[in-house]
C-alpha cells in the first residue's frame, strides 16, 4: 500500500452500534443480513419476516463467530421494526461488530397511518442524520420516534418496489440523498428483483452522490439480470448479491457462475456477498442456513468454480471495508 493509499484509509472509519472503527478491523462481513424484527407490519405480511427472540439471535451471532465471522451489516432501518438497543446488546455481548441502518424500506411494510408517507424530505433528512451522528431510536413504529440510544446507525438503507424511485418514493430517495452527503454515510438500496438500480442510481448521483458511495441489492435474485448487473456494476457502485443458498431462486451453482462473470468482466473490487437472512434462513430459529452457510458452504463452491481465494478474501473483506467506511 503505498504512502497516499495509507493516509486515505487513516481518514476513513465505520461506524458500528459499538462504536466507530477502523477499515482495517472490519474483517470477514455479511454485507446485507436481518438479525432482529419486530413483531409488527412485516411479519402480517410474512410471518418469516418476524426475529424476535433474543437468546435465539445470540447463538446466531455465535455460530458466525466460529466460522471466523467479525462484522454484520444489519438493514432494517428506522421505524419498520429495527431492535436498536437488542442490536447494541447482541454486539456487546458476543463480540460480533454490527453495523446498522437509518433510512427507509419498501412501503408496504409500514401501516397506512405511519408518519413515513406523510412527513417531509427535509425531516426525514434531519432523522436519518440524527441517528447517523447522535444515537439511533428505539421506536418509531406507532408514532415519530422519541426514544433515542447512544448506538449510532453507520450507513442509510433505502429501497423501491415495482413502482421505482417516483411517485411515492421520490420524496423518500431524496431525503437518504440529503443525509448521505451532510453525514457522508453509505447508501445501501434494496431493489424489487434487482429492477429501478440504474433508476436509483441515476437520481443519487444527479443529486451529488459518487457512484462508490452506493450499494446496490439484490441483483442477483434472477438469473436474466446477468447482462443487466453488469451494466449496473459499470457505474462504479457496489453490488451486493444475497441470493445466496435461496434455491427457490436459482442454485448456488448459477451464483458462483453470476459471481465469475462479473470477475472476468473487471468488477471485483465491487462485489459484496451476503445471505439476507429472515427466520427461515436462521437455524437457531429452526431455518434451514444459518449464518455459518456462507464460509461453510458457498465459498467453498466458489472457490471450486475457479476463484481464487485471494479474491474470496478482497470480497469477504477489502470490498466491505471501503463499501461501508466514510470520511472523518
Known amino acids: 500500500m503505498s504512502r497516499a493509499d495509507r493516509n486515505l484509509r487513516s481518514n476513513q472509519v465505520i461506524t458500528t452500534v459499538t ?82 441502518s437509518t433510512g427507509f424500506h419498501k412501503l408496504v411494510f409500514y401501516p397506512d ?12 433528512t434531519e432523522l436519518f442524520i440524527d441517528e447517523l451522528q447522535n444515537g439511533m431510536y428505539a421506536d418509531g413504529e406507532e408514532a415519530w420516534p422519541q426514544e433515542q440510544i447512544t448506538a449510532k446507525a453507520g450507513i442509510i438503507k433505502t429501497a423501491s418496489d415495482f413502482q421505482g424511485v417516483g411517485g411515492r418514493y421520490y420524496r423518500l430517495f431524496k431525503a437518504a440523498a440529503q443525509a448521505a ?10 431493489t424489487e428483483m434487482g429492477r429501478a438500480a440504474l433508476d436509483q442510481i441515476k437520481l443519487y448521483t444527479d443529486f451529488g452522490l459518487e457512484p462508490d458511495r452506493l450499494i446496490i441489492c439484490h441483483l442477483d435474485r434472477e438469473m436474466e439480470n446477468a447482462e443487466y448487473m453488469l451494466h449496473v456494476a459499470s457505474t462504479g457502485v457496489y453490488l451486493e448479491l444475497d441470493t445466496i443458498g435461496r434455491f427457490k431462486y436459482h442454485s448456488d451453482e448459477e451464483e458462483v457462475e453470476l459471481i465469475t462473470r462479473l470477475i472476468e ?57 471501503k463499501a461501508f467506511s466514510k470520511s472523518v
Open 181 to 190: 452527503i451532510a453525514a457522508k454515510a453509505p447508501i445501501m438500496s434494496h
Open 265 to 321: 468482466a473487471g468488477y471485483e473490487n465491487q462485489i459484496l456477498l451476503s445471505l439476507d437472512t429472515t427466520r427461515k434462513r436462521l437455524k437457531s430459529y429452526g431455518g434451514e442456513l444459518g449464518l455459518d452457510y456462507l464460509a461453510r458452504t458457498f465459498l467453498p463452491k466458489l472457490e471450486k468454480g475457479g476463484v481464487p481465494k485471494a479474491l474470496i478474501h478482497k470480497i469477504m473483506y477489502d470490498n466491505p471495508a
Open 113 to 124: 397511518d405511519h408518519w413515513i408517507h406523510t412527513t417531509d424530505a427535509d425531516k426525514l
Open 19 to 100: 462504536g466507530p472503527i477502523s477499515p482495517e478491523q472490519m474483517g470477514f462481513c455479511h454485507s446485507h443480513e436481518h438479525l432482529f424484527l419486530k413483531k409488527g407490519q412485516s411479519a402480517k405480511m410474512d410471518p418469516a419476516l418476524q426475529i424476535d427472540d433474543y437468546d435465539k439471535t445470540i447463538q446466531e451471532l455465535n455460530l458466525f463467530k466460529e466460522i471466523g465471522g467479525a462484522t454484520i451489516v444489519e438493514a432494517q432501518p428506522v421505524g419498520s421494526g429495527r431492535h436498536s438497543r437488542w442490536l447494541a446488546a447482541a454486539s456487546q455481548q458476543t463480540g460480533v461488530q454490527i453495523v446498522a
